[in-house]
């Protein structure tokens, strides 16, 4: 989807203009995909714009560097403070917002120890990720043939850029076989997560979702998804998924920040139908707690 520019980006430390936010080309992330990053949601609120569960999103950027031995040279608060500052001096009203660490220019190869670690926050407008009509009536999904990256090769537990062709291959090969998605199985074989959605089943009043042994990134949405559910007295169950537990579902819907909740309403031509009443419910319920209309979930929206 293309960006629609705002005036600034928070680029170590200071706005900048949006056009002025460069990095040189020798970059080692550029080369080594040696960065760290969030995709982050602020909703229009009655009191103004409010990002969704921003310090979360934050403790799981430093997690992900934790992972990689990638020190950011800023602390959590200070991020958050920055992330605010960002989306308040971009005038929006609700926007997405994509906070990035990465290993910087001055060092070439691959040991990445003692290159400048590069911090930045951008906000633009982003609509549905999957579009309104697949929020409304769901997508159509295949089962990838590249499989979701194994633990002992690469961490899924990161949210890290170069991790990330990964899934790009595999959306690819979505788009080029006339689906809106993939879904990837883990090296086992068992299902894992969308190219950056999380998933989940529905199958007689139960939902089912891949735990994290396989190879899926614990994302926030699936946390507030899991919690809302058993708010509306839904069990949720994690547990290792088949290819046919898609095919013979009730339901089933991806999670994520950028997509949200959108329901699947086909697995490799094996047709689910149109979103149901568990999903619908949940869209309902998660719409209503990011718009601020649930005093009991207020603490999970920062205002700006």
Request: glycine share 8%; aromatic share 8%.
């Amino acid at each position: 989807m293309p960006i629609t520019k705002v005036d600034k980006i928070w680029l170590n430390g200071k706005l900048v203009d949006w056009d002025e936010a460069k990095v040189h080309v020798l970059t080692h992330a550029l080369h080594y995909g040696s960065g760290v990053f969030e995709g982050i949601r602020a909703y229009e609120t009655s009191d103004g714009p409010a990002v969704f569960r921003l310090r979360e999103h934050i403790e799981r950027l430093f997690a992900s560097a934790k992972v990689y031995l990638m020190p950011i040279p800023y602390s959590v608060d200070e991020l958050v403070k920055a992330t605010k500052e960002t989306v308040r001096v971009s005038g929006l009203k609700s926007c997405y917002i994509r906070p990035i660490a990465f290993r910087g220019y001055g060092e070439m190869g691959l040991n990445p120890l003692k290159a400048p670690v590069d911090v930045a926050i951008a906000v633009w407008p982003w609509g549905a990720y999957l579009g309104e009509e697949g929020i409304k009536h769901g997508i159509r999904a295949m089962i990838s043939s590249f499989r979701r990256i194994d633990p002992n090769s690469l961490p899924p537990a990161a949210k890290a850029t170069g991790q990330y062709i990964n899934s790009s291959l595999a959306k690819i090969e979505a788009i080029y076989s006339e689906y809106d998605e993939a879904i990837l199985l883990d090296s086992r074989g068992f299902i894992s997560e969308g190219t950056g959605e999380n998933i989940f089943v529905v199958k007689s009043g139960v939902i089912h979702t891949p735990s994290t042994s396989s190879s899926i990134l614990v994302g926030i949405t699936r946390d507030t998804v899991m919690t809302l559910a058993k708010e509306m007295g839904l069990p949720v169950v994690e547990r290792d998924l088949v290819r046919s537990d898609l095919f013979l579902a009730d339901e089933v819907f991806f999670t994520g920040t950028a997509a949200e909740i959108v329901p699947i309403r086909e697995v490799d031509k094996r047709v689910i139908g149109e979103p149901g009443r568990i999903t619908r419910a949940l869209q309902d319920k998660y719409h209503s707690v990011v718009r601020g209309e649930e005093k009991k979930y207020a603490h999970w929206l920062e205002h700006v």
